[in-house]
C-alpha cells in the first residue's frame, strides 16, 4: 500500500531532551515536506526536500533540523525542545511537489 | 503566509443535503487542491484543479476555479455521515516547493 509512515504517533518529552520523529515513504517521490498544526494557525511548512541531499528551510524552521540522506526517509530533528512546539506534526511527500500530497498519520509532540 | 481562506468556518448539514465549501486565494497560482482531515488524523487529498482548468469531478465531489476571482469552491453531493470532516484548500506556492492551507471549514453531517 502507498503511504507515508511516521512514528511515533505520539510522544511527550521534556524540555531539552533531543528526539528525532521519523518519516517513510514508498512512492518514489522526490518530494517532502513536513508541517505542524496549531489551532488557529493552520497548517504551516517547516522543511522541505526536493530529492536526495537538497533540503530548505519552509515558514518556520526555526528550532529544527531535517536531513534526506536516502530518497525515502526525511527525519525531522528536534535538538533541544521547547513547549513552543507543542503540536501535531505531519510528515508528506509528492512526485515533484507540484502535483498532489500523500500525507503521514501525524505525530502529536508535547513537550513540557 | 497564509494563502487560502475558506468559507464558511463550519457547515452542518443532514445526510442526503449537499455542501459547499468555498476557497479564496491572493495570489497566482499553478494549482489549487483540496484536502479532507478527519479529527486529529492525516489530511487525505481529494482533488486537484490546474489553473487552466475550469471544473473538475471526481465521483461525488466537484471542484470549479475561477482565476479571475481567485476563487474555488467544493461541492459535495448526497452527503453521509461519513463525509464530517475538516476540508482544506490549498495552493501551490509559485516555485512548486509548498502548498499554502487555508485554515480548513468543518462540515459535520448528520442522520
Known amino acids: 500500500e502507498a503511504q507515508v509512515t511516521q512514528n511515533p504517533r505520539y510522544l511527550i518529552t521534556v524540555t531539552g531532551k533531543k528526539l528525532t520523529v521519523t518519516c517513510s515513504q514508498n512512492?518514489?517521490?522526490?518530494?517532502m515536506s513536513w508541517y505542524r498544526q496549531d489551532p488557529g494557525l493552520g497548517l504551516r511548512q517547516i522543511y522541505y526536500s526536493m530529492n536526495v541531499e537538497v533540503t530548505d528551510k519552509g515558514d518556520v524552521p526555526e528550532g529544527y533540523k531535517v536531513s534526506r540522506k536516502e530518497k525515502r526517509n526525511f527525519p525531522l530533528i528536534l535538538e533541544s525542545p521547547s513547549p513552543n512546539q507543542t503540536s501535531l506534526y505531519f510528515c508528506?511527500?509528492?512526485?515533484?511537489?507540484?502535483?498532489?500530497?500523500?500525507f503521514g498519520s501525524g505525530t502529536r509532540l508535547t513537550v513540557v | 503566509s497564509q494563502q487560502g481562506e475558506e468559507d464558511p468556518q463550519a457547515l452542518s448539514i443532514q445526510e442526503g443535503e449537499n455542501a459547499t465549501m468555498n476557497c479564496s486565494y491572493k495570489t497566482s497560482i499553478n494549482n489549487l487542491q483540496w484536502y479532507r482531515q478527519n479529527s486529529g488524523r492525516g489530511l487525505v487529498h481529494l482533488i486537484l484543479?490546474?489553473?487552466?482548468?475550469r471544473e473538475k469531478h471526481s465521483g461525488r465531489l466537484r471542484v470549479t476555479l475561477d482565476t479571475s476571482k481567485k476563487s474555488s469552491s467544493l461541492l459535495i453531493t448526497a452527503s453521509r455521515a461519513a463525509d464530517t470532516a475538516s476540508y482544506f484548500c490549498a495552493t501551490d506556492n509559485q516555485a512548486g516547493t509548498a502548498l499554502i492551507f487555508g485554515k480548513g471549514t468543518t462540515l459535520s453531517v448528520s442522520s
Open positions: 484543479i490546474r489553473s487552466n482548468e
Open positions: 508528506a511527500s509528492s512526485y515533484t511537489g507540484g502535483d498532489g500530497y500523500t
Open positions: 512512492m518514489n517521490h522526490e518530494y
